[in-house]
């Protein structure tokens, strides 16, 4: 028997089940993934896409199964926060903009420099949900956008 086939995403904060994915497994276009109840689904999109918090695969036998970051291993940075924010982005990494710290994948170049820069970190096991693109449109790989 087939598998049921998400070929669209939506933006709903509400699924009949979840999917619960890193920020890595989170930029997928085709692919078969296994909701938090068990059921195998296949993901088919058209191109590759950035899911967030809030999104939704729209199975074909109208399910949703809603997106739901995972936990990860990840480095808080707290500090100057402008100027290591900058420093950041100058590497193109991926960085969650909060309130009072900042929060990026773990990279040992990175915690260097950082540290350097006289940043306090800590490691954490959180959701990771890092600021989209320059243009709004999620995760940018060059400059066509």
Not at 12 to 29: I, P
Request: glycine share 8%.
């Amino acid at each position: 028997m087939p598998l049921p086939t998400a070929q669209t995403v939506i933006h709903s904060h509400h699924g009949d089940d979840q999917v619960t994915l890193t920020y890595e497994a989170r930029f997928l276009r085709r692919k078969v993934l296994k909701t938090t109840s068990g059921a195998e689904f296949l993901v088919d999109l058209a191109q590759t896409t950035s899911l967030n918090k809030g999104d939704a695969f729209q199975l074909d036998d109208g399910r949703l199964i809603e997106v739901v970051p995972a936990h990860e291993d990840l480095l808080e940075i707290i500090g100057d926060l402008t100027r290591l924010a900058w420093h950041i982005g100058n590497r193109h990494t991926p960085c969650q903009l909060e309130e009072g710290r900042l929060l990026i994948q773990h990279d040992h170049v990175l915690r260097d420099m950082l540290q350097k820069l006289g940043a306090t970190l800590r490691d954490i096991n959180e959701p990771f949900t890092p600021e989209g693109g320059a243009y709004g449109h999620g995760r940018t790989h060059g400059h066509s956008h």
